[in-house]
């Protein structure tokens, strides 16, 4: 899941906490600004070494994004891999199965803290997931030795947590009122690396890199734009955690939106809402 779909992995925190429940539906509603990441990461993905290829998301959420690696590469056997089982039983129904030319379309529980590469594949991708396992780049040397030689790893991974919109969910999540059930939930940016060492450690493992990072200036639009997108990703851990209980929840949204409509205030085409992003494609030598 994306990635932002962070239905990859519950991430660290000083105590133990449930692994967030996902809406496939509230994910799906920036669909838009959500794909064009994993567009621009898919145009610069080289051809792959073997035909059919052998292709694995990993954190692939609803599905939808899965499915343009299967339009990209109709012939191949795509495997999308997640641990929420919501978001899986939303990318089955939508998309699984065969594709036009005799490819396969598939979606299986996987956790990418401790998912290893059970065949030889020819492209390894993972698209707004990763942020949600802080020891990812610990898994990069087995995902690379699970590639066929001039096979590719690539990677679209979120940048954004110091942005007011993290930051200031971090901050409301730590003040005395909610502290006792929320204490951890909202900080979890400090383990995403920088371009340069991402760089370096995909270099070390003997790949060719090609690596930047972008900011989209997402222009968003309707009643409090940002807090809708956050409930897509961000927020489902909080939401996770405070349950059933109605009354915290819309308290604390409350909150959260005061201080998001002050660090976004709407302009006369809608609210912008900066993004950053680093990307990653790495070829391993053949």
């Known amino acids: 899941m994306h990635s932002d ?13 449930a692994a967030p429940t996902w809406d496939p ?4 509603r920036h669909s838009g600004h959500r794909t064009r990441p994993f567009l621009d990461l898919l145009n610069r993905i080289p051809e792959l070494p073997t035909r059919p290829a052998r292709i694995a998301d990993l954190g692939c959420g609803p599905g939808n994004v899965t499915a343009l690696l299967a339009e990209r590469w109709p012939e191949a056997d795509v495997t999308g891999f997640d641990l929420s089982p919501e978001m899986l039983r939303r990318a089955t129904d939508e998309y699984a199965g065969r594709t036009s030319r005799g490819g ?70 730590e003040t005395p009122r909610w502290r ?23 270099i070390e493992l003997g790949c060719a890199v090609d690596i930047w990072d972008t900011t989209y200036h997402q222009l968003l639009t309707g009643t409090d734009p940002v807090l809708d997108w956050v409930k897509g990703t961000a927020l489902r851990p909080v939401l996770t955690a405070l349950g059933d209980d109605r009354g915290a929840v819309e308290a604390f949204l409350a909150e959260y939106r005061d201080l998001l409509r002050e660090a976004y205030p709407p302009g006369p085409c809608g609210t912008v809402f900066p993004f950053r992003r680093i990307f990653a494609v790495a070829r391993k030598e053949l």
């Open 180 to 202: 006792g059930r929320l204490a951890g939930h909202g900080a979890r940016y400090i383990h995403i690396l920088e371009p340069a060492e991402y760089q370096a450690r995909l």
């Open 104 to 173: 396969r379309l598939d979606f299986r529980h996987g956790d990418l803290a401790s998912w290893l590469p059970e065949e030889p594949y020819d492209l390894i991708v993972s698209n707004a997931a990763l942020q949600w396992v802080p020891s990812h780049p610990g898994s990069f040397a087995a995902w690379i030795n699970g590639l066929r030689p001039g096979g590719t790893f690539a990677f679209q991974i979120p940048a954004n947590f110091s942005a007011p919109s993290h930051a200031l969910l971090a901050r409301l999540c």
């Open 25 to 28: 539906q509230q994910y799906l």
């Open 5 to 17: 779909t962070a239905s990859a992995r519950t991430p660290a925190a000083p105590t133990t906490h």
